[in-house]
Structures are given as structure tokens and as C-alpha cells.
């Protein structure tokens, strides 16, 4: 059974930065595109970004409203996935989920982790 | 970027009876290799968003047999046989077929 379990949130102030980590189980890491998505409070589902696998040589894919300021890694000999975000800004505060992607759907998703980002 | 367009917003249910929703996309959904990638998930109060359907009309696993999945192109919709207590929350539809993935506002499900 696969299980991902996000880390890492908290607060911060504005400008500031935050790593969230994901645990993954249940599969080998480099096998898989591994997706973040976030949810403000009270809002809808937002796709966030994009780790590919070991095959497609982990190149990353962002959404545009966190390009260049987001950056998504991995350690697969500890399965983890990461998500390292720079100069925040309040309108990301929310809760962050580790999924992942498999043939266009997203299958497994985490708990999450929240984050909140205020002045 | 594709929209997903999703109606109702909110759906008052008696239990026992059937739900409907529905879900537009901007564009064909149609990927190049054949599949349409439409999925429609389920988050309960409190809860991460989980799979219930993928290329549109594909149960997950574990997922009950009352909910279906249908449509075509733009069109699609998820249908819930009879609810049940345990459906109350909020159902998604997510396209997959091109980056960014994206949502549909998501309809609240409740019991009237």
C-alpha cells in the first residue's frame, strides 16, 4: 500500500522560505512522477508542480503562479520528495499535498501539511 | 490552461437517492494517445482528496460500485446511485490530460 506522509509546514513571514518534505512507502520513488498540490483554506485543489521519474531524467514542471520562486527535488535512496519554496507570499498559505501521478490521474495523496504565511 | 467547470456548486441530497454532477472542460480532454483523461475525486470534511475515478468512467479500487462516471469530449458527469451518509463532502473533477493539471470548483454534497 502506498503511503506519503508530508512535513515541514508551518509559519512564516512573507519573503521568507520553507521546505516541505514527503515520506513515500509502498514504491520505489524513482519509478514515479510525483506531483504537489495545494489547498488554500476553504478553497478548491491547485496543481503546484511536477517531479518526473528517474526514466524521464526528474525534469520538473510548475505552475505558473510559483515558477522560479518553488523548486521540487528528490532523494530517492531515502524516498522523499521535497518541495523548497522561496520568497513567499500570504496568497500561499495553505495545505500542501504529496500525490502521485500515474497515467493522468493523481492516485495517492497524503495527509498534507500546512502552511500559512503571514505579516 | 484548461477550465473545469463544475455544477452544481452545492447539492442537497435525501439519502437513498441518487446525485448527479456535472463538469465542462474548456477543450477537449482527448489526449493524443487516444485516452481522456478526466478524473473525479472525493474530499471529505477533514480529509485529503481521494480517487474515486479516472479516464472517466474507471472505478478506483475499493471505491463503491454506486458511483458511475460517464461523458465524452467536454462533458462528463459523476453519478451516485444512492447516497449514503459517508458521501457527504466535496467532489472534484481534474483534468489530466495536459499540464497544469487542473480542478473543477468542486460541488458540496450534503444530506438534506
Known amino acids: 500500500e502506498v503511503q506519503l506522509v508530508e512535513s515541514g509546514g508551518g509559519l512564516v513571514q512573507p519573503g521568507g522560505s520553507l521546505r516541505l518534505s514527503c515520506a513515500a512507502s509502498?514504491?520505489?520513488?524513482?519509478?514515479?512522477?510525483m506531483d504537489w498540490v495545494r489547498q488554500a483554506p476553504g478553497k478548491g485543489l491547485e496543481w503546484v508542480g511536477r517531479?518526473?521519474?528517474?526514466?524521464?531524467?526528474?525534469?520538473?514542471q510548475y505552475a505558473a503562479s510559483v515558477k522560479s520562486r518553488f523548486t521540487i527535488s528528490r532523494d530517492d535512496s531515502k524516498n522523499l520528495l521535497y518541495l523548497q519554496m522561496n520568497s513567499l507570499k500570504i496568497e500561499d498559505t495553505a495545505v500542501y499535498y504529496c500525490?502521485?501521478?500515474?497515467?493522468?490521474?493523481?492516485?495517492?495523496w497524503g495527509q498534507g501539511t500546512l502552511v500559512t504565511v503571514f505579516s | 490552461d484548461i477550465v473545469m467547470t463544475q455544477t452544481p456548486l452545492s447539492s442537497p441530497v435525501t439519502l437513498g437517492q441518487p446525485a448527479s454532477i456535472s463538469c465542462r472542460s474548456s477543450?477537449?480532454?482527448?489526449?493524443?494517445?487516444?485516452?481522456?483523461?478526466l478524473s473525479w475525486l472525493q474530499q471529505r470534511p477533514g480529509q485529503p482528496p481521494r480517487l474515486l475515478i479516472y479516464?472517466?468512467?474507471n472505478r478506483f479500487s475499493g471505491v463503491p460500485d454506486r458511483f458511475s462516471g460517464s461523458g465524452a469530449g467536454t462533458d462528463f458527469t459523476l453519478k451516485i446511485s444512492r447516497v449514503e451518509a459517508e458521501d457527504v463532502g466535496v467532489y472534484y473533477c481534474?483534468?489530466?490530460?495536459?499540464?497544469?493539471?487542473?480542478f473543477g470548483q468542486g460541488t458540496k454534497l450534503e444530506i438534506k
Open positions: 509502498g514504491l520505489t520513488l524513482s519509478d514515479h512522477y
Open positions: 481534474m483534468e489530466g490530460t495536459q499540464l497544469p493539471y487542473t
Open positions: 479516464k472517466i468512467s
Open positions: 517531479s518526473r521519474n528517474k526514466a524521464n531524467s526528474y525534469t520538473t
Open positions: 477543450q477537449s480532454l482527448v489526449h493524443s494517445d487516444g485516452n481522456t483523461y
Open positions: 500525490t502521485r501521478a500515474v497515467a493522468g490521474m493523481l492516485d495517492s
